[in-house]
Structures are given as C-alpha cells and as structure tokens.
Nanobody
Framework: VQLVESGGDLVQPGGSLRLSCAAS????????ITWARQAPGKGLEWVSK???????LYADSVKGRFTISRDNARNTVYLQMNSLKPEDTAVYYC?????RGRGTQVTVSS
C-alpha cells in the first residue's frame, strides 16, 4: 500500500486549498479512504471519509467547508478545503486501514 499526499501550502484565513492523495498497491475502486490531520502538539483527528460508492462523512469541525471526492480512473482522492481557519493548520494524511502516507502540511495564517 502506498499513499502520497500533496497540495499543502501556506494560505490566509478564508482561503482555499485542494489536497490530493495518490494511491497504489491495493484495489482502490473498492476501498474507502480517510483523511485525518494532526495539529502541532495534538493527537490525530479524523476529518473525512469517502466510501467506494461515493458516500461521504465529515467531522463536525469541517462540515460545510471541506469536500471529499474520488477519481477512480486516477486512483486519487481529493480534499477541497474552503473557508480555511487558523485551527485547520495541521499535517494532513490520507489513510486506508492502518496505512497512511507521509502527510502534507497545511498552514493557515495571515
């Protein structure tokens, strides 16, 4: 299993970013993929999940601001993040089961 996140950046409050998670080494089309994040000095926080059929779940802290999607032809999951807040600052990971990538840093600051 290999998961590679990208798209993190420094952005001002209220801005947007789109994260990508490129997956390989497993049957992507039948798999549910999770996004999680870890802020400095804090534990891992679940953010969102997308199932093989396209059903989605969101943490209350991001609901209405973040959108998860998948492109099965590209074996890629996306996380569109809008109306970003300083408290969204974290390393963002995609995961399947106990496997996760190295993460991508998102910093929201003016």
């Amino acid at each position: 299993v290999q998961l590679v996140e990208s798209g993190g950046d420094l952005v001002q409050p209220g801005g947007s970013l789109r994260l990508s998670c490129a997956a390989s080494g497993f049957t992507f089309i039948t798999s549910a993929i999770t996004w999680a994040r870890q802020a400095p000095g804090k534990g891992l926080e679940w953010v969102s999940k997308i199932y093989s059929g396209g059903e989605t779940l969101y943490a209350d802290s991001v609901k209405g601001r973040f959108t998860i999607s998948r492109d099965n032809a590209r074996n890629t999951v996306y996380l569109q993040m809008n109306s970003l807040k300083p408290e969204d600052t974290a390393v963002y990971y995609c995961a399947i089961g106990s496997n996760r990538g190295r993460g991508t840093q998102v910093t929201v600051s003016s």
